[in-house]
């Protein structure tokens, strides 16, 4: 088989193939019998049917037809493959010659893909990136200490105008003209929360029990979203939180600590230990900002076309513009930060490992609550374990690349990492198996060519729904047409490198919900911790 490239754009190009007579003749055999067992002949049991007879009464152009569909995806995957070429989307193909008759001729076609661009990274070393500092304050224990307060306070009936923080019951209505449009009553809201109508806050804001009043509001969903309403809303009741003492009772009460000073202390660990989740997250995503500011990625268009349809196909909205044109610019920064750290991972040899893959399968199956059993499963039904194989040797990349670039504090302080993205004695001393670094690099070789963009929004369902852009490669096409290679990939573990950044990613997040994570060992009362009513 021969084959040539040539560069059609920065991310298209075609891709021409011949195959001799002998490299096409398995997949000619294997039609005359699949034909033979398939017509009746006189004379002739099925599937004993010889070739010369079906030459005679099928004709060899449907010989060669069904030879030609059968083997095209593997020929294409072949020659991409020496081609050393990556793609990231369904290629179209063209055949341009047949044999003519058997025993003689040659199959050739063409086939134009997008792929991922050749970019140049910066040197790592060169990168600066600084995060804040790790040090505690005495604000900080206090909002910590706040926010536990909050779990075990009360709510309690005030006879005052309200105020931001205060809890009212409500009754809206919206009206449109003369039609009212929708209308809740009855529902708690806490002024300041900002999570309902826009206006609603400062409509809320001094108003007593029994009072109404009236504001004009965008609607945010129902027939009339984007519409304008006038909102007439009635507080029922007004309720301040009454938070308890902050004293050794308290402690008792809300952890296992006997005196406020432990349970202070303890807190005063909590709010460290997140600064320092903080300054790997801090640190990953300026890498990224960075990199991606350093280089310029051109972006596959029909690969982002394609994942933009298949999202707003999966909404039912393929004819709201407005929508389209927001995927549009989601898809194609994820295509860019993919492009970017495929590129990356390739350059630093970075390895996923069986119980990497594993491991990060089993925290993804948390975030849908589903049995891990039953994730992977539907991960694997879909075809999705070599995009999940891409996934964490993207998020692997950027830990990776961390261990070559100095990390310094607001006060210039270097900042030790390694707790977060590993070290390369680590990565050595959890190397997999010559078994396991097959298995994974077979799965991380059609990573690429399995997703083209991820989805601008997460799916409320398994993933499996939210299958990427391409076609698997392992779908055989009809002859005008050859599916997307496994592209070629060197990938296989080093440690859990990237799972730890991304528990410091959640950690990050659970600082910003302080109320919902009481000091380490303050589970023990957290379920009789709900807010009671005075």
């Known amino acids: 088989m021969k084959s040539a490239v040539e560069t059609l754009e920065p991310t298209k190009v075609k891709l021409t193939v011949e195959v001799d007579y002998d490299e096409l003749k398995p997949s000619i055999d294997h039609a005359y019998k699949h034909i033979a067992e398939q017509v009746t002949i006189p004379g002739f049991r099925k599937g004993k049917v010889p070739p010369r007879i079906i030459d005679q009464r099928v004709g060899w152009g449907a010989v060669v037809e069904h030879a030609v569909n059968d083997a095209l995806s593997g020929f294409y995957g072949q020659a991409a493959s020496e081609q050393k070429l990556r793609p990231l989307g369904q290629p179209s193909v063209e055949v341009t010659e047949i044999p003519a008759q058997a025993g003689e001729g040659q199959l050739k076609f063409e086939a134009e893909v997008e792929v991922r661009p050749e970019i140049e990274l910066p040197a790592l070393d060169a ?10 304050t005495e604000e900080d224990v206090t909002e910590r200490l706040d926010a536990l307060r909050e779990r075990f306070g009360t709510l309690v009936g005030v006879d005052r105008p309200a105020a931001e923080g205060d809890y009212v019951v409500i009754d809206l209505k919206a009206v449109i003209g003369d039609e009212e449009v929708d209308s809740v009553s009855g529902i708690s809201y806490q002024i300041g929360s900002g999570n309902m109508l826009e206006g609603l806050d400062e409509a809320l804001t001094g108003l007593s029990a029994g009072e109404t009043t009236t504001f004009k509001a965008t609607l945010a969903g129902g027939e009339h979203e984007g519409e304008e309403a006038d909102v007439t809303v009635t507080a029922s009741t007004v309720k301040q939180r009454d938070l308890p003492e902050a004293d050794d009772e308290f402690a008792q009460l809300a952890s296992e600590f006997d005196t406020l000073e432990e349970l202070t202390a303890d807190l005063r660990e909590q709010v460290a230990s997140i600064k320092k989740s903080n300054q790997a997250v801090t640190a990953r995503d300026q890498l990224l900002e960075k990199l991606l500011e350093a280089v310029e990625i051109p972006v596959p268009q029909g690969a982002v076309e394609a994942e933009v349809h298949r999202h707003l196909e999966s909404e039912n909205r393929l004819e709201d513009d407005a929508h389209r044109a927001e995927v549009t610019v989601d898809a194609t920064e994820a295509l860019k930060n993919q492009i970017l750290l495929d590129t990356l991972a390739e350059k630093l040899e970075v390895k996923v490992g069986q119980n990497e893959l594993v491991e990060y399968l089993v925290q993804a199956s948390r975030q849908y609550g589903m049995d891990p059993q039953q994730f992977i499963s539907t991960l694997d039904q879909g ?56 298995e994974s690099a077979e799965s991380a070789e059609s990573a690429e060519s399995a997703e083209s963009a991820e989805s601008a929004d997460s799916p409320e369902e398994a993933p499996a729904a939210e299958a990427p852009a391409e076609e698997k490669a392992e779908e055989k096409p009809a002859a005008k047409k050859a599916p997307a290679k496994k592209a070629p990939a060197k990938k296989a573990p080093a440690k859990k490198a990237a799972a730890k950044a991304d528990d410091a990613a959640d950690e990050k997040a659970a600082e910003d919900e302080p109320a919902k994570k009481p000091a380490r060992k303050t589970a023990k009362k957290a379920d009789a911790a709900e807010t009671t009513e005075a």
Request: no cysteine; net charge negative.
């Open 127 to 136: 990168l600066e990136i600084t995060v804040d500092s790790t040090e505690v």
């Open 383 to 438: 075809g999705q374990i070599p995009a999940m194989v891409g996934e964490v040797a993207r998020s692997k990349a950027l830990a990776v690349a961390l261990r070559s670039i100095e990390v310094k504090d607001a006060d210039g302080n270097v900042v030790d990492l390694a707790e977060f993205i590993g070290s390369e004695e680590e990565d050595a001393a959890e190397a997999p198996t010559a078994e396991e670094s097959a």
